[in-house]
């Protein structure tokens, strides 16, 4: 069974700092190009940083700077450190796998003070 799990999600204040992590299982882990995307009501779904199956990154460009995706293939799971947060960063964050097109549940992400 293919299932992707993302945690670490809350509410932070303006210029804080989140981790975000992606927990997968069901499918080889390694071979797939791994991103993470976020939605807020109303709007499409926006990739915010990717990272293929052999360590390139993709950024959008309003995360450049602050935000780092990463994984760790030993524990099938990609992360996304995310500091100097900012109001408008505030979505659903979706954890997805390129390669076999699988999307986790989302964690919400509230940055607010």
């Known amino acids: 069974q293919v299932w992707l799990v993302e945690s670490g999600g809350g509410l932070v204040q303006p210029g804080g700092s989140l981790r975000l992590s992606c927990a997968a299982s069901?499918?080889?882990?390694?071979?797939?190009?791994m991103g993470w995307y976020r939605q807020t009501p109303g709007k499409q779904r926006e990739l915010v940083a990717a990272?293929?199956?052999?360590?390139?990154?993709t950024y959008a460009d309003t995360v450049k700077g602050r935000f780092t995706i990463s994984r760790d293939n030993a524990k099938n799971t990609v992360y996304l450190q995310m500091n100097s947060l900012k109001p408008e960063d505030t979505a659903v964050y979706y954890c997805?796998?390129?390669?076999?097109?699988?999307w986790g549940q989302g964690t919400q992400v509230t940055v607010s003070s």
């Open positions: 990272l293929s199956s052999g360590r390139l990154t």
């Open positions: 069901g499918f080889i882990f390694s071979a797939s190009g």
């Open positions: 997805h796998s390129s390669l076999y097109d699988y």
